[in-house]
Every structure is written in structure tokens, then in C-alpha cells.
């Protein structure tokens, strides 16, 4: 049974910075691309960034592009989320999941997510 864990959420102020962490298991971490996904209140969820199997090539969005940075650790099975110069408009609960070729969430059982709260 897949499990993913996200972790590292917090409240912060405008213009700080925070890591988030998501642990997968029960699939092989490394043999698929992974994504991390938000949802505000209101709004559907969307990708924010994505990492492929090997950890070379990433992804993220405009808006959060040259402030978010993607990562991953096979070794760890672990996948990261470094978020900094954070705006109230990154305020969100936050996801990851595996990912197909067309960014596509992969484990239709979602994690529990990590709140992310940005004050002005």
C-alpha cells in the first residue's frame, strides 16, 4: 500500500522560508516522477513543482519560479520542497504525489498535507 507523508508546514511571515518533506512508500521511489501539489481554500488544487525519477530535471511554475526549489534524495525515498521569500498567496495546504508523464497524480489516495501559512 502507497503511503505519502508530507511534513514541514508552519505559519511564517512574508519573506521567510520553509522546507517541506514528503516521505513515500510502497512503490519504488526512484522508478517514477514525483510532484508537489497545493490547494487553497476556494480553489482546486494544482502542481506547484515536479521532479523526475532521477532527480535532474524539475519543474515549477511561474509563480513560484526562482523561489521554490524541488529535490529529492532516492536513497531516503524522500522528496523536498525548499520554498523561500514565501508571499500570503503561497498560503495553502500542501501535497505530493507520484506523477505520470502528463503531471497527472498518480495514487488517487492523497496524504494528509502540510498547512502552509503566509502573513503579511
Known amino acids: 500500500q502507497v503511503q505519502l507523508v508530507e511534513s514541514g508546514g508552519g505559519l511564517v511571515q512574508a519573506g521567510g522560508s520553509l522546507r517541506l518533506s514528503c516521505v513515500a512508500s510502497g512503490r519504488t521511489f526512484s522508478a517514477y516522477s514525483m510532484g508537489w501539489f497545493r490547494q487553497a481554500p476556494g480553489k482546486e488544487r494544482e502542481l506547484v513543482a515536479r521532479?523526475?525519477?532521477?532527480?535532474?530535471?524539475?519543474y515549477t511554475r511561474d509563480s513560484v519560479k526562482g523561489r521554490f526549489t524541488i529535490s529529492k534524495d532516492n536513497a531516503k525515498n524522500t522528496m523536498y520542497l525548499q520554498m523561500n521569500s514565501l508571499k500570503p498567496e503561497d498560503t495553502a495546504v500542501y501535497y505530493c504525489?507520484?506523477?505520470?508523464?502528463?503531471?497527472?497524480?498518480?495514487?488517487?489516495?492523497w496524504g494528509q498535507g502540510t498547512q502552509v501559512t503566509v502573513s503579511s
Open positions: 504525489n507520484y506523477v505520470d508523464r502528463w503531471d497527472t497524480p498518480i495514487i488517487t489516495s
Open positions: 521532479i523526475n525519477r532521477s532527480g535532474d530535471t524539475t
